[in-house]
C-alpha cells in the first residue's frame, strides 16, 4: 500500500523552470530520507539530489549545484525538486525514492514510477 508518485515533468525550453512533486501515500514521509534521481536513455541511473528526513542536509550533483532546489513540506507528505536553468543534458525519466534515516541516499528502499522531462528548443 506504500506508494511515491512523482509528477510536475513535460516539456521545457532551454533555461526554463520545472517543479517536480513526489508525494507519498501510506506512510508519512518525514521518518525518510528522500532522494531524486534520473535516467536518460542508453544511460545508467544517477542520483540527482537528496534530502535528510529532518531536512537539515541536503546533497546534490555536481552536474546541477545552483540550478536545483531540494526541499520538503511535511504537512503535505511532499518532496519538491525545483529546477532552474534548465539545459538539454537535464533531460531524463525523473525517479524519487525513499532512503533510510542517515543514509543520505547511499541506500534506497522504495521508488516511485518516474515523470519525463524533456529540455528543447
Known amino acids: 500500500q506504500l506508494q511515491l508518485v512523482e509528477s510536475g515533468g513535460g516539456l521545457v525550453q532551454p533555461g526554463g523552470s520545472l517543479r517536480l512533486s513526489c508525494a507519498a501515500s501510506g506512510f508519512t514521509l518525514d521518518y525518510y530520507g528522500i532522494g531524486w534521481f534520473r535516467q536518460a536513455p542508453g544511460k545508467e541511473r544517477e542520483g540527482v539530489s537528496c534530502?535528510?528526513?529532518?531536512?537539515?542536509?541536503?546533497t546534490y550533483a555536481d552536474s546541477v549545484k545552483g540550478r536545483f532546489t531540494i526541499s520538503r513540506d511535511n504537512a503535505k507528505n511532499t518532496v519538491y525538486l525545483q529546477m532552474n536553468s534548465l539545459k538539454p543534458e537535464d533531460t531524463a525519466v525523473y525517479y524519487c525514492?525513499?532512503?533510510?534515516?542517515?543514509?543520505?541516499?547511499?541506500?534506497?528502499?522504495?521508488w516511485g514510477q518516474g515523470t519525463q522531462v524533456t529540455v528543447s528548443s
Open positions: 534530502i535528510s528526513s529532518s531536512g537539515r542536509r541536503t
Open positions: 525514492a525513499t532512503a533510510p534515516y542517515g543514509s543520505m541516499c547511499r541506500a534506497t528502499i522504495s
